[in-house]
């Protein structure tokens, strides 16, 4: 074979050689996988290796899931399109590798991440890498804010929270009272109690915990609404002529109920008078302390009274006699003084005895 024949033979193999691979379809034979999981702040690199594309634009995409046509195109080829300074490309032209990479992450670039390669308008190779960032627990709007019930009601507390990883959702009491559970703690987005009771008004903690973060919680009030019950610790009290008095009901009920005091057979209820005096110290929202305070006792006002309690739930009433005593009773008849009904009769028997001791001493000596 002439050297003519042999150089125009090589011409025509590398030239077709050339052909095949102008004609071969570019591909990408390398992204990085399986996914890329970060903390805010962080820095990654993401990279996608591509052959056969020098002809060919090669982009990054940062992807919505909710609507594609949003698509934020970053690069093409080397150049930054997106105006973002934490963003950048190389370019290893030996292994033909785009590396995009992102500095200082934040909560919001928490996407996917799309290699393309453009053949045509409806012809592209792409490859996907998925950005997770790790993001602290935020307790979502839809959870339970505030419950108000009435007792014996089915009732549930919800608690649902975002975040990656997926947060844990606890229950807790104030105090680590006992949750309806029979526990203290208790896991799960959602707390039941199959018949409410006025126990179980409070404060109740959703607490959302991860790996990041301090985690989040929210403080849930829940209201019992119940009738009232009335608790008389001394139904029988007595007191002499003259004498004040005080007559107690302890109430509890929610919502705070009406409350009235009446004197047995007597159909209206008692007023601040001359005669009467009425308190109400409440605390805690659901318990009330009443006391009727008798003025100077007469004897018309010995007997029975009544102390009521009613609210939309429904009433109860409790009754303390009041009787005659021969001795004062303290307190309140002593003003500042603080003696028992005991040591105000001893009191009074210790007089006597000295007074009865000096009349006879002295009716001796006169003789």
Known sequence: MTDTLWAILVVGLFSGSLVQAQDRRPTISFITQPEIVTDIGGDIEMKCTVNYASDYPVLWMKLDSIDRSNDLLITKGTTIILKDPR???DLDKS?????????????TDGS?????????????VKADVPLIVRRPPIISDNSTRSVVS???????????????P????????QNNDILPTNSSVYKGNILRFESIRKEHRGTYYCVATNVVGRGARRNIDVEVEFKPTIKITRKRLGQALQYDKDLECHIEAYPPPAIKWYKEGVTDAINNNQHYSISHFAFDDEYTDTTLRVITVEKKQYGNYSCT?????GSA?????????????????????TYSSDAAALHYIGARVIQIVVFVFGAYFLQ
């Open 150 to 164: 009435y007792e014996g009601q089915a009732v549930e507390l919800r608690c649902y929270a975002s975040g990656y």
């Open 87 to 89: 963003f950048s490309v």
């Open 317 to 337: 009433s409790g009754t303390v006699e009041l009787f005659e005593t021969v001795i004062p009773i303290c307190p309140p008849a002593c003003d500042s003084y």
């Open 112 to 124: 996917t991440y799309q290699c393309q390669v453009i053949i045509s308008l409806t012809d592209i």
């Open 95 to 107: 292994t033909h590798t785009y590396t995009l990479t992102i500095r200082d992450i934040q909560e």
């Open 309 to 313: 309690a009613e609210n939309r739930l």
């Open 166 to 173: 997926l947060p844990d959702i606890y229950w807790r009491r």
